[in-house]
């Protein structure tokens, strides 16, 4: 069936550092893909989404491209802040249903 | 107003008890779901209510019963339920018309629940 892998985390950082959290995928057809992220002590919200091959999500200096030829959808950053601190899931949408990815816990020192 | 809202924030209940958790949201969405997160795991999706009827029911036993009152309100009994059940319990909508209209999901805060 659909599923979706990303690294295992935690994952630290310094502030000001590069990030990349990757993400693949396996599904029939083409699924829209998403990264959704959850503040501590919250529920999830859509950071960005990308719907077909090629094409590139971004919010908030997060980007990632939908790689149809790798299955995959990697999260990256150019300079996290603390703030950004946070469980980042990778998602895929299959038949009105979101997958979620187990989930990759984010921590940034300052 | 986009936000959906979970009522209430924290519950303990024990064994024998009836409880509910109550969700709301006022953007005018007709798909909304009750998922289940566990610590440190994604969360899993139990019910799906779309235009107020219960679309999908993810095998979720019988002591969990899902209601849908109107287009804004959803609920979730909980009765007799076991230590297990204990987790973050997410409330989430989507427009829920035309295609692709049910990807972006706005979820709550959750209720975060203890069953001793």
């Known amino acids: 069936g659909d599923s979706v892998t990303q690294m295992e985390g935690p994952v630290t950082l310094s502030e000001e550092a590069f990030l990349t959290i990757n993400c693949t995928y396996t599904a029939t057809g083409y699924p829209s893909l998403f990264w959704y992220v959850q503040y501590p002590g919250e529920g999830l919200q859509l950071l960005l989404k990308?719907?077909?091959?090629?094409d590139k999500g971004s919010n908030k200096g997060f980007e990632a491209t939908y790689r149809k030829e790798t299955t995959s959808f990697h999260l990256e950053k150019g300079s996290v802040q603390v703030s950004d601190s946070a469980v980042y899931f990778c998602?895929?949408?299959?038949?009105?249903?979101?997958?979620f990815g187990k989930g990759t816990r984010l921590h940034i020192l300052p | 107003d986009t936000e959906v809202t979970q009522t209430p924030k924290h519950l303990v209940m024990g064994m024998t008890n009836k409880k509910s958790l109550k969700c709301e949201q006022h953007m005018g969405h007709r798909a909304m779901y009750w998922y289940k997160q566990k610590a440190k795991k994604p969360p899993e999706l139990m019910f799906v209510?779309?235009?107020?009827?219960?679309?999908i029911n993810e095998s979720v036993p019988s002591r969990f019963s899902p209601e849908c009152p109107n287009s804004s309100l959803l609920n979730l009994h909980l009765h007799a339920l076991q230590p297990e059940d204990s987790a973050l319990y997410l409330c989430a909508s989507s427009p829920g018309q035309g295609p692709f209209s049910n990807e972006k999901l706005f979820f709550g805060s959750g209720t975060q629940l203890s069953v001793l």
């Open positions: 998602a895929l949408n299959r038949d009105d249903k979101i997958i």
């Open positions: 990308a719907t077909k091959a090629d």
């Open positions: 209510y779309s235009y107020e009827k219960l679309s």
